[in-house]
């Protein structure tokens, strides 16, 4: 059985952070065993994820170096890690740019011995963006996975850059209008702030 925890980045210049984390906790809490905002659970996990993906390396982030592991998540809003029997078998890396909308996955790996793992952790994804009134999540994907992201319903670039629009009802989400009336006051919020965080642009997306 596939259990999900997630933290936020207390680091994180995002406003939308502590928000994504009050919405995860109010609406989504049930998909997690772990709901975290603490630096010392971060840096823990950032630990947990590095040692993990060494120790599993023929299946767990194939290709891409420790350094570009650890940087993804330093520069993370928030992870979300999918765990087996307390072990980690996939995880992925968010940015929240509230100033357009935008969730931006920066890594998103899943081990290649359990099928379906990549799947369920895009789905909480999207109900996340969903619940939390994001409009679009975008990703850069390896060419092999372009194939995984097609059908669930995003478009790519020549460059491999995917993208989704996120509707209204995922997930049995509702109006999101009706639903988190707050969430519009965010929006212009975030949109009138002029420093931006910087996202990471150089990831390499699994699945």
């Not at 519009?184 to 996202?199: A, D, E, T, Y």
């Amino acid at each position: 059985m596939i259990r999900l925890n997630i933290f936020f980045n207390p680091k994180s210049t995002s406003e939308w952070v502590p928000y994504t984390k009050e919405i995860v906790t109010t609406s989504l809490a049930s998909e997690f065993d772990k709901i975290e905002f603490s630096l010392e659970e971060f840096n823990r996990i950032q630990t947990q994820i590095i040692s993990t993906t060494v120790t599993e390396s023929k299946n767990l982030c194939v290709g891409i170096k420790k350094v570009n592991i650890t940087q993804n998540i330093n520069t993370s809003d928030v992870i979300m890690t999918a765990l087996i029997d307390t072990v980690i078998h996939g995880f992925v890396t968010m940015n929240l740019q509230g100033d357009t909308q935008t969730i931006h996955i920066g890594l998103i790996c899943a081990n290649n011995n359990y099928k379906g793992i990549g799947y369920y952790i895009m789905n909480i994804v999207e109900s996340i963006a969903t619940h939390a009134s994001f409009s679009e999540i975008k990703l850069e994907s390896v060419t092999n996975a372009v194939g995984f992201y097609i059908k669930k319903g995003y478009s790519c670039d020549k460059l491999c850059k995917m993208k989704k629009t996120i509707g209204a009802s995922f997930m049995g989400g509702g109006n999101r209008k009706s639903k988190h009336a707050k969430n519009i006051k965010m929006r212009l919020k975030c949109k009138s702030k002029k420093n931006k965080p910087n996202i990471n642009k150089h990831s390499i997306t699994h699945t």
